[in-house]
């Protein structure tokens, strides 16, 4: 049976983990290491399937949780699947909707079988398995599927993370005996174990011994310093297999999808850069810049004066500020095509960066840029 998703590992840079690659699915090639825009409702908040290719975006995500809730996994099977669906003709990855199980439902109760818990909208009691989550993924025809797992919040203890990372473990052979269409859709299967490296290493090789298509490290940017991030990505990543893609999921600050490429990581996802953006907050190659703040009043110059997007070809801080201030939607999207365009062209430099074996070099020269202030970056 041939994989519905496959990895091609070009290079790994000389003086760090960081690998180049190439991720095929059955709608494009994407270079890696790469950033993926989030459409929560299958949409990218703001943006048009047409903006997010002209930015460059190659697989977004969308979320099995609210897409269940409204309009319907059915809806949108009826519908030819998500890509018939928003229109898009490039990669999708869907969520298992375990996140959002476990961070909107105040009330829930987790069994061997699934989770009870109930909604957010209306607060109607809910039941979700491995096998739902999976049979939903099916029907979304998402192209990369993740397995439904459980991720508990920071700090938790041993005890309790170890019984979480069994019972992922085995909900993950569930959810792969759950896919129904594996030649067309694939499972990614998630690494578990909060900080603990032990953990990790029986979350990793509980995993990789299903032989799941690809491999995902959750549990991750939940509140935990970076500096433990960033230890345990440089732990787990080679307990995973070289030739699979590696997914870090839930990251998208600038400083952390540098550190975690050169840990080995070839794909993440973030709300971030929307958030942000529609709180008038933008990235710069300086930093930060909240657009909202007076000093920009009569500031006729770009968002940021380093950056090719269309958004800093044609529209002034000034502008957009008063569009923010004005509550416009039209300034929401533009921060937030100005936003994603800023990372998925950070990947590019990213990758050109490790072709040249300068990730290093890089990442110095763009944190003194930003203003991050971080320890050194060989200690990986």
């Given at each position: 049976m041939t994989a519905a998703v496959t990895y091609e590992l070009l290079k790994t840079e000389k003086?760090?983990?960081?690998?180049?690659?190439?991720?095929?699915?059955p709608h494009g090639t994407f270079d890696t290491p790469m950033f993926m825009p989030?459409?929560?409702?299958?949409?990218?908040?703001?943006?048009?399937?047409?903006?997010?290719?002209?930015?460059?975006?190659?697989?977004?995500?969308?979320?099995t949780y609210h897409l269940w809730l409204r309009p319907g996994e059915d809806i949108v099977r009826e519908a030819g699947g998500l890509h018939h669906f928003m229109n898009w003709?490039?990669?999708?990855?869907?969520?298992?909707?375990?996140?959002?199980?476990?961070?909107?439902?105040?009330?829930?109760?987790?069994?061997?079988?699934?989770?009870?818990?109930?909604?957010?909208?209306?607060?109607?009691?809910?039941?979700?398995?491995?096998?739902?989550?999976?049979?939903?993924?099916?029907?979304?025809?998402?192209?990369?599927?993740?397995?439904?797992?459980?991720?508990?919040?920071?700090?938790?203890?041993?005890?309790?993370?170890?019984?979480?990372?069994?019972?992922?473990?085995?909900?993950?052979?569930?959810?792969?005996?759950?896919?129904?269409?594996?030649?067309?859709?694939?499972?990614?299967?998630?690494?578990?174990?909060?900080?603990?490296?032990?953990?990790?290493?029986?979350?990793?090789?509980?995993?990789t011994s299903l032989d799941f298509?690809?491999?995902?490290?959750?549990?991750?940017?939940?509140?935990?310093?970076?500096?433990?991030?960033?230890e345990m990505l440089a732990y787990t990543t080679p307990l995973l297999p070289a030739g699979k893609p590696r997914y870090l999921m839930g990251v998208g600050s600038p400083d952390s999808l540098i550190d975690g490429v050169i840990r080995g990581i070839d794909m993440f996802d973030c709300v971030l850069p929307t958030r942000i953006a529609r709180n008038g907050t933008c990235m710069t190659s300086r930093g930060r810049l909240v657009i909202k703040n007076a000093a920009y009043a009569r500031d006729f110059g770009p968002i940021d004066a380093q950056c090719g997007c269309a958004v800093c070809r044609n529209y002034s801080r000034a502008y957009i500020r008063h569009l923010i201030k004005a509550n416009e939607t039209f300034g929401f999207r533009l921060t937030t095509y100005h936003n994603l365009y800023f990372l998925i062209n950070l990947m590019k430099h990213v990758r050109s960066a490790i072709q040249e074996d300068r990730l290093l070099d890089f990442r110095e020269a763009f944190f003194e840029a930003y203003g991050f202030n971080q320890p050194n970056a060989k200690n990986f």
């Open positions: 003086d760090t983990g960081a690998r180049l690659g190439r991720l095929h699915t989030v459409g929560t409702q299958a949409t990218v908040k703001t943006m048009s399937p047409r903006e997010l290719k002209e930015i460059g975006a190659g697989v977004i995500l969308s979320n003709d490039r990669g999708i990855l869907t969520d298992s909707g375990g996140f959002q199980v476990f961070s909107l439902s105040k009330l829930r109760e987790i069994t061997e079988e699934g989770v009870h818990f109930r909604n957010h909208l209306n607060g109607a009691k809910m039941f979700l398995t491995p096998e739902k989550s999976v049979g939903i993924q099916n029907a979304l025809g998402s192209d990369i599927m993740m397995s439904f797992d459980e991720c508990p919040p920071y700090p938790a203890s041993y005890e309790y993370m170890k019984n979480s990372v069994a019972r992922t473990s085995r909900w993950a052979e569930r959810c792969l005996k759950a896919n129904a269409d594996p030649e067309h859709q694939a499972l990614f299967g998630i690494v578990q174990g909060g900080t603990f490296k032990e953990l990790r290493k029986k979350s990793a090789e509980d995993l298509p690809g491999y995902s490290i959750g549990g991750l940017s939940v509140g935990e310093p970076k500096q433990a991030m960033n």
